[in-house]
C-alpha cells in the first residue's frame, strides 16, 4: 500500500511589546545601578549608623535612575520624524538620534541634580557627589543607548520576517486563486465533451444532461468567488454531478454517500469531490460487468473518498494536476494533510475538514 501525504508548513512571527520590553529593561537597569547602593546600605546599617536619612537618599536616586531609563529608552526606540520649531528631527537616523540624547541628557542630568542637592545634604564632598552622580548618569545612559540599539536591529529584523510572511502570504494567494481558475476550465472542457457524445447517441439524454449541467455550473460559478464550501453544500452538488454521470454510464457507476450529519457543517475546499470523482471516471474502465463503485464518507473530521481500481489498458494522457491542486488546496485552507492511499483494489483519499468558526464566505447549495 502507497501512502502520499501533501503538508504545508505555516509560520508564525511573534512581535514583542515594546512598551513591556521599556518596563522590564528598565527596571532591569535600575536594580543593576542601584544594587551597589543596596550593599552600602547593608553595610551602614551593620555599622549602627543612623541610615533613616541616607535610605530616603537612595530610594529618589533609584526612582530617578528608572525614570532616566524609561525616558532614553523611549527616545532611543522611537523611529519617527518630528518638528521641533523650524527643524524636523528623524530618529531614524543615527547622527540625530546621538545629537538628541547628548541634548536630552544634559538637561535631564542638571535637573536631577539640583532637584537631588535641594532635597538633601551631599552625603560626600560637593565635588565627589556630583562626579559619583554625573558618572552613573552616564554610564546608565550609555547603557541604555547601546541596548536601544541591539533592539532596534531585533524590531528591524522582525520587520524583515513579517514583511517575507506578507510576501509569502500573498504569493500563496496569487497561486491558490490560480489553482482555483484551473480548475473550472478542465471541469467545463469535460462536460462539452461528453454532450458531444450523447448527442451522437440519445438525444433525450442529452437534454437531461444539459439540465443537471446547468444546477452543476451554478455551484461551479459561485465556488469560483469563494474560497470554502460546507460538506453538505459539496455532497449535494456530487449528487447532482452524479447524475450527469448517470446520464452517461447508467447502472454501470455506482455512488454511496455516507455522511455524518454533524459534519455537513464542517467545511472544506470547494469542487474537491468533482476532482476525486472525475479522476476515477477517468482512469477506470467502467462497463457492464466491470462497474465503477465510488463511495463518500466521513471519519474523525476527515471526507474520505474511496473507488475500485480497475485500470484503463490504455491510459488517457494525465498531468496530475487535479489531486495536486486539490493537495495545495487544502494546504492552504487548513493547513493541514491530504491524504492518499493506493493498494491492490482500491484508491483512497481523505480530505481535512475545517469547523466552520466564520461563518462567512461559505457555500450553500
Known amino acids: 500500500m502507497r501512502v502520499h501525504h501533501f503538508k504545508m508548513k505555516s509560520r508564525e512571527v511573534k512581535i514583542p511589546s515594546k512598551k513591556k520590553l521599556i518596563l522590564l529593561s528598565s527596571l532591569a537597569i535600575t536594580v543593576l545601578f542601584s544594587l551597589p ?20 537618599d537612595y530610594v529618589f536616586r533609584t526612582v530617578y535612575c528608572f525614570l532616566f531609563a524609561i525616558v532614553f529608552f523611549t527616545v532611543n526606540l522611537e523611529t519617527g520624524k518630528f ?52 558618572l552613573n548618569l552616564i554610564l546608565e545612559a550609555i547603557f541604555v543607548v547601546l541596548i536601544s540599539q541591539v533592539y532596534r536591529l531585533l524590531f528591524t529584523n522582525y520587520q524583515v520576517k513579517i514583511e517575507n510572511e506578507s510576501l509569502l502570504k500573498t504569493n500563496a494567494e496569487a497561486r491558490y486563486e490560480a489553482l482555483k481558475n484551473q480548475v473550472n476550465p478542465h471541469f467545463l472542457f469535460n462536460s462539452f465533451n461528453t454532450i458531444n457524445s450523447l448527442i451522437a447517441e440519445d438525444q433525450q439524454k442529452a437534454i437531461g444532461y444539459v439540465n443537471n449541467m446547468s444546477d452543476v455550473f451554478r455551484y ?6 469563494k474560497s ?8 449535494k452538488f456530487m449528487e ?126
Open 37 to 56: 547602593r543596596v550593599l552600602v546600605l547593608f553595610q551602614l546599617g551593620q555599622a549602627e549608623v543612623d541610615i533613616h536619612f541616607k535610605t530616603l
Open 83 to 134: 518638528r521641533a520649531g523650524p527643524f524636523t528631527i528623524n530618529m531614524g537616523n543615527l547622527y540625530q538620534r546621538i545629537f538628541i540624547n547628548v541634548v536630552l541628557f544634559m538637561l535631564v542630568d542638571l535637573a536631577l541634580l539640583r532637584f537631588h542637592q535641594a532635597l538633601f545634604d551631599p552625603l560626600t564632598p560637593e565635588r565627589l557627589f556630583r562626579f559619583v552622580f554625573n
Open 220 to 225: 461551479v460559478l459561485e465556488s469560483s468567488q
Open 228 to 235: 470554502h464550501a460546507t460538506v453538505g453544500a459539496e455532497v
Open 240 to 365: 447532482a454531478y452524479a447524475q450527469m454521470l448517470k446520464g452517461r454510464y447508467g447502472d454501470k457507476i455506482l455512488f454511496t454517500v455516507d455522511v455524518n450529519p454533524q459534519h455537513l457543517s464542517y467545511l472544506m475546499p470547494p469542487m474537491a469531490l468533482q476532482v476525486l470523482v472525475e479522476n476515477a471516471v477517468k482512469h477506470n474502465v467502467i462497463s457492464q460487468s466491470k462497474h465503477l463503485e465510488i463511495r463518500i464518507c466521513s471519519e474523525n473530521e476527515t471526507l474520505v473518498v474511496s473507488n475500485n481500481i480497475q485500470e484503463k489498458k490504455s491510459r488517457e494522457p494525465s498531468t496530475g494536476l487535479g489531486l495536486d491542486n486539490l493537495a495545495r488546496r487544502c494546504s492552504y485552507l487548513s493547513g493541514k494533510e491530504l491524504v492518499v492511499k493506493r493498494t491492490e483494489d482500491h484508491f483512497t483519499v481523505t480530505i481535512p475538514l475545517i469547523q466552520d468558526e466564520t461563518g462567512n464566505e461559505n457555500i450553500d447549495y
